[in-house]
């Protein structure tokens, strides 16, 4: 079975432009969660996608935002992008909801923001 | 608010030693769950295991094996034999659920960054 796929695996952009980041899941999975990751603040949840819905959002400015299509695939963007947002963005799938249900990671988008 | 707190930052170990790393977690639920998990250079979180909070039988897995003590709020992962790729940076994170958005997340320690020599 394959697993979490994100595109594109490295991104250049400048301050002030938009981007967005995509993520499969694993087939069958049908919850989707984002995380960042840098080396000052570590892995700090942004969001988790279920049946399409935001279930639960992170300490993340309205700059950052999702969504889920009905095929479980999701798309992260992020407007205006600041210095700070440089990072590695990490996608995770469950097969629910549930805390109980172990995520399973993607190979991360590398942003960086000039 | 959850928390989890990875104290050490770096080990490093020479191979075939025996290695610990230790967690400690804050959660106010009854019910929770506490994970590992291994990142190595190329970046991709691989799970390693799960525990329940309900559970506090310790288990072995091939080389990995897990005490878990809810007295103390702790969750340690010892690797046994340890092997150069081994060498990654481990994660210890805590599942929580939230009752009013039917959501869950992990909230992730600040990791260990673990180091075999051959």
């Known amino acids: 079975k394959a697993g979490v796929t994100q595109t594109p695996r490295y991104l250049i952009k400048t301050r002030g432009q938009q981007v967005t980041l995509s993520c499969s899941p694993i087939?069958?999975?049908?919850?989707v969660s984002w995380y960042q990751q840098t080396p000052g603040q570590g892995l700090q949840f942004l969001f988790e996608?279920?049946?399409?819905?935001?279930?639960n959002k992170g300490n993340f400015p309205g700059r950052f935002s999702g969504r889920q299509f009905s095929n479980s695939r999701s798309e992260m963007n992020v407007s205006t992008l600041e210095l700070g947002d440089s990072a590695l963005y990490l996608c995770?799938?469950?097969?629910?909801?549930?805390?109980?249900?172990?995520?399973?990671f993607g190979p991360g988008t590398r942003l960086t923001v000039t | 608010a959850q928390k989890v707190t990875q104290a050490q930052t770096e080990i490093s170990v020479v191979e075939k030693e025996d290695v610990t790393l230790d967690c400690v977690y804050e959660?106010?639920?009854?019910?929770?769950?506490l994970f590992w998990y291994k990142q190595p250079p190329s970046g991709e979180l691989v799970f390693l295991i799960r525990?329940?909070?309900?559970?506090?039988q310790n288990e072995i897995s091939g080389r990995y094996s897990w005490n878990f003590q809810k007295s103390t709020s702790s969750f340690n992962f010892t690797i046994t034999a340890s092997q150069v790729v081994d060498s990654a940076v481990y994660f210890c994170?805590?599942?929580?659920?939230?009752?009013?958005?039917?959501?869950?997340?992990?909230?992730f320690g600040e990791g260990t960054q673990l180091t075999v020599n051959p």
């Open positions: 525990r329940n909070s309900f559970d506090e």
């Open positions: 087939s069958g999975h049908r919850s």
């Open positions: 995770a799938s469950s097969l629910e909801v549930l805390s109980s249900y172990e995520q399973y």
């Open positions: 996608y279920f049946s399409e819905t935001q279930r």
């Open positions: 959660t106010r639920d009854t019910t929770y769950y």
């Open positions: 994170a805590l599942s929580e659920w939230s009752r009013a958005t039917s959501g869950s997340r992990l909230t």
